[in-house]
């Protein structure tokens, strides 16, 4: 019966070592696509968000285990996409053309429309199997976040170019053109670790970026531009723990 005894204080004690030893804190990056969603419908005009190209993600942070199940996430993100693109029935609504008079035309092109994102968020981390190297999980991030859309009006440039316009004139910017908001993002993920140090994760979800529809030129909110920026984003992503409990 002693003997028992020693071999179960013996096993407890390894347990609590163990225990000791969890890794609490670990850095995150990751890299990825977005896509943004939204109402297509043309009234009168397409609103902003929808019609952007598919962009690429990046996200570093650090990430803190609250438990084995449960983890907080702080991290900084970037969303980018170089091309705004909408044709419909061949017409491509950033298409321009300057015309001298109504039979001769000086030039044609295309203006060119970007979007870049910055965002600072929370994300809490629930692990639905964590004694596993498999790890199921889902996320539901808070962000704050920087928006814009740099518009290069190659109509405008054109029409100074041409003595049409001053040079000294601003160019009407229809679309908007930067935004402070919160946003939401919730998504689902899957988490594979050979070892306590390491984890590769890939993780998909959406983002919801609450858009100021005052931030739009008037103009823009009369034909129906405005909208929050929703997007789908599909990521891949690296963590390397740096911390172990005894440490703190």
Same mark, same amino acid.
């Given at each position: 019966?002693?003997?028992? *005894?020693? $071999?179960?204080? @013996?096993?407890? @004690?390894?347990?609590?070592?163990?225990?000791?030893?969890?890794?609490?804190?670990?850095?995150?990056?990751? $890299?990825?696509?977005?896509?943004? /969603? #939204?109402?297509?419908?043309?009234?009168?005009?397409?609103?902003?968000?929808?019609?952007?190209? !598919? #962009?690429?993600?990046?996200?570093? *942070?650090?990430?803190?285990? $609250?438990?084995?199940?449960?983890?907080?996430?702080?991290?900084? %993100?970037?969303?980018?996409?170089?091309?705004?693109?909408?044709?419909?029935?061949?017409?491509?609504?950033?298409?321009?053309? &300057?015309?001298?008079?109504?039979? =001769?035309?000086?030039?044609?092109?295309?203006?060119?429309?970007?979007?870049?994102?910055?965002?600072?968020? &929370?994300?809490?981390?629930?692990?639905? $199997? !964590?004694?596993?190297?498999?790890?199921?999980?889902?996320?539901? %991030?808070?962000?704050?976040?920087? =928006?814009?859309?740099?518009?290069?009006?190659?109509?405008?440039?054109?029409?100074?170019?041409?003595?049409?316009?001053?040079?000294?004139?601003?160019? !009407?910017? !229809?679309?908007?053109?930067?935004?402070?908001?919160? *946003?939401?993002?919730? #998504?689902? *993920?899957?988490?594979?670790?050979?070892?306590?140090? &390491?984890?590769?994760?890939?993780?998909?979800?959406?983002?919801?970026? @609450?858009?100021?529809?005052?931030?739009?030129?008037?103009?823009?909110?009369?034909?129906?531009?405005?909208?929050? /920026?929703?997007? @789908?984003?599909?990521?891949?992503?690296?963590?390397?723990?740096?911390?172990?409990?005894?440490? /703190?």
């Amino acid at each position: 019966m002693k003997k028992n *005894g020693l $071999i179960l204080a @013996f096993l407890v @004690f390894s347990l609590a070592v163990s225990a000791q030893f969890e890794q609490k804190a670990s850095i995150n990056f990751s $890299i990825g696509t977005f896509k943004t /969603l #939204g109402d297509k419908t043309i009234d009168p005009v397409p609103k902003q968000m929808p019609w952007y190209k !598919p #962009g690429i993600s990046v996200e570093a *942070g650090v990430q803190f285990n $609250i438990s084995s199940k449960f983890s907080l996430i702080a991290e900084i %993100g970037v969303m980018y996409s170089s091309k705004w693109h909408c044709v419909i029935d061949d017409y491509d609504w950033l298409m321009y053309e &300057v015309w001298k008079d109504s039979v =001769t035309m000086l030039s044609s092109g295309l203006n060119e429309m970007s979007l870049l994102n910055l965002s600072l968020s &929370v994300k809490p981390k629930l692990y639905l $199997i !964590p004694q596993n190297k498999f790890r199921p999980f889902l996320y539901a %991030g808070l962000s704050i976040n920087y =928006t814009k859309a740099p518009f290069r009006d190659r109509y405008w440039e054109d029409c100074i170019d041409f003595g049409l316009n001053d040079p000294g004139d601003d160019s !009407p910017w !229809p679309y908007l053109q930067k935004n402070f908001g919160f *946003g939401i993002n919730p #998504g689902i *993920g899957i988490e594979y670790s050979p070892n306590d140090k &390491v984890a590769f994760w890939f993780a998909s979800g959406f983002n919801i970026i @609450f858009i100021n529809e005052n931030n739009f030129p008037y103009d823009s909110r009369e034909n129906n531009v405005d909208g929050n /920026l929703g997007a @789908f984003l599909a990521e891949a992503g690296l963590r390397f723990s740096f911390l172990k409990s005894k440490d /703190l």
